[in-house]
DNA sequence: TTAGACAAGATAATCGATTTTTTAACTTAC
DNA sequence: GTAAGTTAAAAAATCGATTATCTTGTCTAA
């Protein structure tokens, strides 16, 4: 074979292994609701869902059970976590306190590089086509949002957990379909986010952010208790 | 078979799986810094060691990547974590923040039956062999009463990521012998801990238990100088 | 001398089949 | 009619072997 093309020319790019594109896809699944909480799972399905072999499977599973996306019962399978309300609001005052104190470290030790991130992810999610694909699109560049709003926190642990409790947050606020009412009030907030931490006023910032929150605890609570 | 004892009668109890097996002895033997940080894992090796199949051996190897005690890379297996001094502050710095903040509230919602649980967990502590089986049971009780501590916060997120954190610093803090100068000191706090608990005084006990981990953070840092 | 190509061996990932355990349906005794 | 016991089917866990990928050492050509 004498394709002299360099490997970073294909489109493809790093393919990763069946166990981590089946931990990726089952990750957006669980976190996007396309399964039912509380529902067992059967593996044989899961199988042909996602078109792997039992190993890479299985394996995908007990990551996603370790991250906390899966609950795995010795000698009986994975099923998905049940929903309530009191660990909806574990999750939310958690975020609270996580997301508050991780933007406050941001905002005192993000650079000029961070400030041009901040507007890039503010910007892209702004003009991120809601419609397409399940708002999949808007779902992704939101999360990105969030994720440089308090990148330069410092500490790798609790970027770690706040992204941990991002996704629990969702399987509640993606319980139904979109609300596009509330929705500009929290795309509005996205912005004013950006401007207050490029002011560098972390006070306002942070009482800001735990409005956001607030109101994305009020839309998920909803969508939860319409759910039940 | 006309074995009519009831099974609960038996010592074993309920076994677990294979890989529920390997995946404990493992996470002990990582956190008792029984491997060496950076170290490339060899799957076969670890076969024998655990006298396992490799199926739920990789199961249980990739719940410990999800969890952060190992380091997964695509196509090219499993490592240990390198240490860093940065990381060990990141870590003792987020044992601060979350076990301050579970410590209050824990001692804001705990009931009698918790006095108990922290009575009892301290005076096994306090009693505990340390010589034995290189301090494995005081290592465990020790955990035990750190976790009774906090146990009644009433978050189960929160309680996850301390358990999370208090074995990524047990990697730091065990790396080295004993040194039972310093352990004297810190078993007396374990003390006073609870006595502030009883005594409802939420600002004392919170400064205390700071303290307390500021002085398992010097105990942890010299080990992790010594050792490099 | 050294960068690149190649082959052989080692390791990781995956597959297909087997074993073990659970679940559910059915029976039988009280 | 209920509860304990039995068994067949389903599902989970594990094993042994295969396939794919990486690593290392050697060689060649500039």
Redesign the pocket.
Known sequence: MNN?LPKAALPAGP???????VFDNLRKDLVGGRFVAGE?????ALKERYQ????????ALNKLAAYGLLI???????RVPKLSRDELDDIAQMRLEMEGMALERAIAHGDSHWEADLLAAAHRLKHADISLDKGEEWEHLHTQFHRTLVAPCGSVWLLRFIEQLHDQFDRYRRLGPKMPTIRQELDDQHHQLVELALLRDAKAARALLDDHIHKSYDVALKRYQEHV
């Open positions: 002299s393919v990763g292994t069946a166990s981590s594109r067992k799972l059967a593996i044989n792997v072999g039992l190993s890479p499977l299985r394996e795995q019962e010795n000698q009986r399978g994975f």
